[in-house]
């Protein structure tokens, strides 16, 4: 039998690499031959798995995590027909069946028949479908031919791997976040958190047209990876409001579009800083978005987090300013990204060159026996966006 090896959640503040069981072509106790077998070329932490990790969420002990895979089809099963052995895919971290009206009208984030609990499911996440995670070393994929994006031959992909592994989430998200909040030719743009998504939310502005893209972020290091590709940015342990700081830069105390790229961990501005105050963010962006403007809102929200600072936290019930929102007739976007609705264009711009997403986010490449380390450096705020390379072959 083959081995498998995975990053699998503990306890709160620890992973830990184990021996897992290597994927079959079943599901619900019968063949999966609408799947794929891949070994994992690429698996990256993302934000979202810190959550995670850091117990703000009900992850159960032993999940195996993981949802930014990037890999080559080993084993098809009889049903697969456009994908074949030896294909390097992308995989959305959304699993959608293809099926459902949800997916038929390319609302792929909330899929009805792959979860049991919640419409739309995901690789290696609480309360998404119980699906094995792909921080490992082999990973099984199901409806393969409608989920899967085919890339380049290998030489051509691997050459550019650190990119193309970015389309299995935070690009596409970034780049949803940005489309939802009405970025394009000329705008003006706040983007909140300076975070892999942040970052690539803000390459994602520049791509669609924006004029000056400004990121706020209490970690001058995130802020010194957005000045690297042309952003503006806000320092927010600064006292100074973040109306006065945009008009600063812009001459206007507003932007056409905001985009929430942090979600239910914010923190306060200023002297509040040290403190987690969850609807920060949602109200900033409100108070700073011009009257009908949008806000994208990619940054994770949850309906159950055991280390709320309150009772409705812990639900996922904030103090939102909903009467700002409507006075000034803004519109939101929330919820996963459909990852498969950019995708493919995505790729393109990365293979033309129109944009260098892994420089953007500062992608770094470690082994899947260094992702615990990964993990903790990334939960103290680097500047980074680790990408796992489980079989050695990014380095070679």
Same mark, same amino acid.
């Given at each position: ?39 994992? *070329? ?10 995670? &990790? ?8 032993? *999940? ?21 052995? +030896? ?12 099926? %459902? ?19 739309? =499911? ?74 892999? &998504?942040?970052?690539? %939310? ?90 009908? +403007? ?12 055991? +280390? ?14 909903? +009467? ?38 500062? =992608? ?31 380095? =070679?």
């Amino acid at each position: 039998m083959a081995s498998n090896r995975g990053v699998a959640y503990i306890k709160p503040g620890v992973v830990e690499v184990q021996s897992i069981d290597y994927p079959k072509l079943t599901l619900n106790g019968r063949k999966c031959d609408h799947g794929v077998i891949l070994k994992i *070329l690429s698996t990256n932490i993302c934000g979202s798995d810190q959550h995670m &990790v850091r117990g703000r969420t009900t992850a159960p002990a032993g *999940l195996v995590l993981g949802h930014e895979i990037t890999g080559e089809v080993i084993e098809a099963g009889h049903d697969v027909e456009f994908i074949k052995v +030896g294909d390097i895919v992308s995989v959305p971290f959304n699993i959608a069946c293809g099926r %459902c009206r949800n997916c038929k009208e390319g609302k792929t984030g909330i899929c009805l028949n792959v979860n049991p609990s919640r419409p739309g =499911a995901a690789y290696g996440y609480v309360d998404m479908g119980g699906w094995v995670g792909g921080q490992a070393e082999y990973v099984m994929c199901p409806y393969a031919d409608f989920n899967l994006l085919k890339l380049p031959p290998k030489d051509v992909a691997m050459a550019k791997i650190k990119d193309l592994t970015m389309l299995s989430d935070i690009f596409p998200t970034g780049y949803h976040g940005a489309v939802s909040a009405g970025v394009g030719p000329g705008s003006t743009v706040y983007v909140a958190g300076g975070g892999p &998504v942040g970052l690539a %939310c803000a390459a994602s502005c520049h791509l669609l047209g924006a004029a000056v893209v400004i990121v706020g972020d209490l970690i001058p290091e995130r802020l010194a990876q957005a000045r690297s590709f042309g952003c503006e940015t806000i320092d927010l342990r600064k006292d100074a409001t973040l109306p006065d700081q945009i008009d600063a830069i812009l001459g206007a105390p507003e932007v056409d579009a905001a985009v929430d790229c942090v979600g239910f961990e914010a923190r306060g501005y200023g002297h509040d800083a040290v403190v987690e105050r969850p609807a920060t963010v949602l109200n900033s962006v409100m108070e700073v978005t011009r009257a009908g +403007g949008a806000v994208g809102i990619p940054g994770l929200y949850v309906t159950g987090d055991p +280390g709320g600072v309150d009772d409705n936290a812990k639900i996922g019930m904030l103090g939102i300013r909903i +009467g700002l929102g409507w006075a000034k007739s803004l519109a939101f976007t929330t919820g996963q990204c459909p990852v498969m609705r950019y995708h493919r264009k995505l790729l393109s711009c990365i293979l033309h060159d129109k944009i260098q997403i892994a420089k953007a986010v500062n =992608a770094t490449v470690i082994s899947l026996d260094e992702a615990p380390q990964g993990y903790k450096d990334f939960d103290k705020g680097a500047a980074k966006k680790f990408i796992l390379d489980p079989h050695r072959q990014i380095a =070679a």
